[in-house]
């Protein structure tokens, strides 16, 4: 099983960028629990009716996420990827830590791969980075699983039917994932459409799963 590597949180604040109090972490032991929406003893979110008509994850055996998009995890992940904020990236790679200790001890899944959704090149060369990279850094990832060979237009401009015509065709793998178990990390799952198309992609390459983990969910209206 893959392990997760906290070292780079260390020291960048001494204060907790929820509460304002003093802490060792970006998060603090008191402020952490209540960052956490679901439950830690039915890590696949997938089973419960209500989650799953949400998204839409036809490909994915799995979803695990640590809250609804909200506050103050919503600030913390805009901070990220619109002002590359170095303590809200802090904060939610604490929230990515415990999200893959509740995963280690609830999930039946041995992972092979762990991959974050890849930007296609365009954006990553207009952003300078990719948050969800920085977010789940801890991880040992394996960043050439996937590419994004398609430059789409920006999912929250269109409709739920349109973002999955959007993503067709939008991904490939670019390393061998037959046989294997492979997590696809992300930082926001709004109608599930980019997840579901590079978990296709996956699948049509012969991976034996594809688990989709998430920081945040958001409802999707419209």
């Not at 780079?8 to 629990?33: E, H, M, N, W």
């Not at 998204?55 to 990827?81: E, M, T």
Request: proline share 5%; glycine share 4%.
């Amino acid at each position: 099983m893959l392990q997760l590597n906290r070292c780079f949180t260390s020291a960048i604040t001494q204060i907790c960028t929820s509460c304002g109090q003093r802490a060792p972490d970006p998060v603090c032991k008191y402020c952490l629990p209540t960052c956490l929406d679901f439950d830690d003893k039915e890590i696949n979110l997938l089973s419960y009716p209500n989650i799953k008509r949400l998204v839409s994850l036809d490909h994915c055996d799995g979803l695990s996420a640590v809250s609804w998009y909200r506050p103050p995890i919503s600030h913390w992940l805009q901070g990220i990827k619109f002002h590359h904020n170095k303590v809200h990236q802090c904060a939610l790679s604490i929230l990515a830590h415990t999200l893959w200790q509740r995963f280690q001890k609830a999930s039946p899944l041995c992972v092979d791969v762990a991959c974050c959704l890849p930007l296609h090149r365009f954006r990553f060369i207009q952003r300078g980075y990719n948050q969800v990279e920085q977010i789940w850094q801890g991880l040992p990832l394996q960043p050439t699983v996937l590419i994004r060979n398609k430059k789409t237009q920006a999912q929250s401009t269109l409709s739920k039917a349109r973002r999955k015509v959007n993503l067709r065709g939008a991904f490939s793998t670019v390393t061998p994932v037959e046989g294997k178990n492979i997590l696809l990390l992300e930082d926001v799952i709004t109608t599930g459409a980019t997840m579901d198309a590079a978990a296709k992609a996956c699948k049509q390459q012969g991976a034996k799963s594809v688990w989709a983990m998430s920081i945040s969910l958001t409802p999707f209206e419209g």
